[in-house]
């Protein structure tokens, strides 16, 4: 079974960066896009991004351009996702998944809770 | 604000079926771009529930099922179930973002 497996929680203050990991298994890391998405509390979902996990190329929603930054670690199967210059509106939980094309965003990261507060 | 707008809520009694709309454009669903619907539980990640409009992935029920048509898509749950009561989202490709989730329905079974 294909899984994604995000790092903890973090706790960052106003201008922070926060860097949360996806660590792929049981599938082919190089074959798929990974996508981020968040959801802030109680609010729907919101696309940040994606990698192309062979090339490390990005694409990232115009929102975040300039703030987000996406990488990848073949060696280990990880995606990450940083953020910098948080705000408090920042605080969501931060999903991983996995791109198929036209089959969707087949499998999900359990989702890691960033909190911004100073 | 999302540019796939959705109802913020559809309800039923079980054994039902309801329907939610996912409303765009021309610059999305109306430019023949996939739709894809997601469901998620409370404090549990979004699970695929429908690819490319009206497919359903392995182990989803056949009581889900989805259908688009102009610039809007839908998804229907026949035979409703307590189990059905979570959030439910659609998701397109359009030229300003690329990738767009609707604004999210909430399910609830009376």
């Known amino acids: 079974q294909v899984q994604l497996v995000q790092s903890g929680a973090e706790v960052q203050k106003p201008g922070a960066s926060v860097k949360v990991s996806c660590k792929a298994s049981r599938y082919t890391f190089t074959d798929y896009y990974i996508h981020w998405v968040r959801q802030a509390p109680g609010q729907g979902l919101e696309w940040l991004g994606r990698?192309?996990?062979?090339?490390?190329?990005?694409n990232s929603a115009q929102k975040f351009q300039g703030r987000v930054t996406m990488t990848r670690d073949t060696s280990i199967t990880t995606a990450y996702m940083e953020l910098s210059s948080l705000r408090s509106d920042d605080t969501a939980v931060y999903y991983c998944?996995?791109?198929?094309?036209?089959?969707?965003?087949?499998?999900w990261g359990q989702g890691t809770l960033v909190t911004v507060s100073s | 604000q999302s540019v796939l707008t959705q109802p913020p809520s559809v309800s039923g009694a079980p054994g039902q079926r309801v329907t939610i709309s996912c409303t765009g454009s021309s610059s999305n669903i109306g430019a023949g771009s996939d739709v894809h619907w997601y469901q998620q539980l409370p404090g549990t990640a979004p699970k695929l529930l429908i690819y490319?409009?009206?497919n359903r992935p392995s182990g989803v029920p056949d009581r889900f099922s989805g259908s688009k048509s102009g610039t809007s898509a839908s998804l229907a749950i026949t035979g409703l179930q307590a189990e059905d009561e979570a959030d439910y989202y659609c998701q397109s490709y359009d030229r300003s973002s690329p990738y767009v989730f609707g604004t999210g329905t909430k399910v609830t079974v009376l």
């Open positions: 990698i192309d996990p062979d090339s490390g190329g990005t």
């Open positions: 998944a996995r791109w198929t094309g036209h089959l969707g965003l087949d499998y």
């Open positions: 490319g409009s009206n």
